[in-house]
């Protein structure tokens, strides 16, 4: 089966400018994730959906950050606008249900100038 | 979630067996242990899982304690290509969150 699609796979942008991410999941997976890592940590976790409903966007940086998955498939993620601090990778997973092994994507890796 | 440690970093001799170990004293009953491995500059990987008994599959072999405390991870024949940082992580079955740690990272050499 394809995995999950994520692009682009780098950026580069200046502090204060908006980007935006998308992700891909794995065909029929209801759950939907959004890691942020940053160089040396491990993944944390942004936001989760279940189908296009927003389970979980306590950890969100809801100022700068936006997430949305409208027809419970694809998913965007924004960052609008970007400071020094954002500079991660930024991780897409997906799962057939809530609580199943979740599958990654090979992440965004941005980069804030 | 229980916080699990791990030692920082291991290597190993390809085509030995590799021991990853993992300690999480405060587990509770209803939380599962989950492997992860991260190859450098892709996302991580799931490897396996378990509650309380021992489990195989193409992948590893996971080592649960009778008191669940602590765990092993078993790569049965490293390859070059398992070298990762893997992680061991702590999951209530009523929550969906994967928190990850530092994990360990692993170096298999030739």
């Known amino acids: 089966e394809a995995g999950v699609a994520q692009s682009p796979r780098y950026k580069i942008i200046e502090k204060r400018q908006s980007v935006a991410f998308w992700c891909n999941p794995i065909?029929?997976?209801?759950?939907l994730y959004w890691y942020q890592q940053i160089l040396g940590q491990g993944p944390k976790l942004l936001i989760q959906f279940q189908n296009n409903g927003v389970v979980d966007d306590s950890q969100l940086p809801k100022d700068r950050f936006s997430a949305e998955r409208l027809k419970g498939v694809d998913s965007t993620l924004k960052i609008q606008p970007a400071k020094l601090e954002d500079s991660a990778v930024y991780l897409c997973?997906?799962?057939?249900?809530?609580?199943?092994?979740?599958?990654f994507g090979d992440g965004t890796r941005l980069s804030i100038l | 979630d229980a916080k699990t440690t791990q030692p920082p970093s291991m290597d190993c001799a390809e085509g030995r067996a590799a021991n990853l170990p993992c300690n999480h004293s405060?587990?509770?009953?209803?939380?599962?242990v989950y492997w992860y491995r991260q190859i450098h500059s892709q996302g991580p990987q799931y490897i396996i899982h378990?509650?309380?008994n021992n489990e195989t599959n193409e992948m590893a072999s996971l080592i649960i304690t009778e008191d669940r405390k602590s765990s092993t991870l078993i790569l049965p024949h490293a390859t070059l290509r398992d070298t990762a940082v893997y992680y061991c992580i702590a999951r209530d079955v009523n929550d969906y969150k994967l928190s990850f740690g530092a994990g360990t990272t692993v170096t298999v050499r030739a």
């Open positions: 997973a997906s799962s057939p249900h809530h609580g199943q092994p979740q599958h």
């Open positions: 405060t587990i509770s009953g209803n939380e599962y």
């Open positions: 378990g509650l309380k």
């Open positions: 065909s029929g997976h209801a759950t």
